[in-house]
């Protein structure tokens, strides 16, 4: 069920980089309310967290990006087919232990987390689903339809 889910949402952010190559660039990479402040980085920065998460769960080093060298849609399809690559060999091969597995993590003000792969993959995808709808309010705030994202209607 969760690489369905990923599966979904891969599909649903390659229809958003379709979507932002019918706006200007302007648009694209316009400050916003919300998300990472535009379309463009808000699009990165998912990709960002998905790959940062599932390099620590497989014990691999972390990518380190600068958002602001993120200037084009080509550079985040890029890094979205790296990533989307990865986290597929990812789930394949553990696809067993997720339920056996944690990640020892330090937050911000020092305490250390255990925390299950599977809550940890849970997190990606509802993280992207939640950026998805950041998207579709600014889209709407243009006055374009959002990229329609209806589980129900999709073949994954």
Same mark, same amino acid.
């Given at each position: 069920?969760?690489?369905?889910? %990923?599966?979904? !949402?891969?599909?649903?952010?390659?229809?958003?980089?379709?979507?932002?190559?019918?706006?200007?660039?302007?648009?694209?990479?316009?400050?916003?309310?919300?998300? #990472?402040? /535009? =379309?463009? *980085?808000?699009? %990165?920065? &998912?990709?960002?967290?998905?790959?940062?998460? &599932? !390099?620590?769960?497989?014990?691999?080093? &972390?990518?380190?990006?600068? +958002?602001?060298?993120?200037?084009?849609?080509?550079?985040?399809?890029?890094?979205? /087919?790296?990533?989307?690559?990865?986290? #597929?060999? =990812?789930?394949?091969?553990?696809?067993? !232990? =997720?339920? @056996?597995?944690?990640?020892? +993590?330090?937050?911000? !003000?020092? @305490?250390?987390?255990?925390?299950?792969?599977?809550? +940890?993959?849970?997190?990606?995808?509802? *993280?992207?689903? *939640? *950026?998805?709808?950041?998207? $579709?309010?600014?889209?709407?705030?243009?006055? &374009?339809?959002?990229?329609? $994202?209806?589980?129900?209607?999709? @073949?994954?």
């Amino acid at each position: 069920m969760l690489t369905e889910l %990923f599966q979904y !949402n891969w599909q649903i952010r390659d229809e958003w980089m379709q979507w932002c190559r019918e706006i200007s660039y302007e648009e694209l990479v316009k400050k916003r309310i919300g998300g #990472m402040g /535009s =379309f463009l *980085h808000t699009l %990165f920065h &998912v990709i960002d967290c998905e790959q940062l998460w &599932v !390099n620590q769960m497989w014990g691999k080093s &972390v990518i380190v990006k600068d +958002i602001e060298t993120i200037k084009s849609l080509d550079d985040v399809k890029l890094y979205a /087919s790296a990533t989307c690559a990865n986290t #597929m060999l =990812f789930l394949d091969e553990h696809r067993e !232990n =997720f339920e @056996d597995k944690t990640l020892l +993590i330090k937050t911000r !003000n020092g @305490d250390k987390l255990i925390l299950p792969h599977k809550k +940890i993959l849970q997190h990606i995808i509802t *993280h992207e689903v *939640h *950026h998805i709808g950041q998207l $579709s309010i600014w889209a709407r705030e243009l006055g &374009v339809a959002p990229v329609h $994202s209806d589980l129900l209607t999709r @073949d994954l």
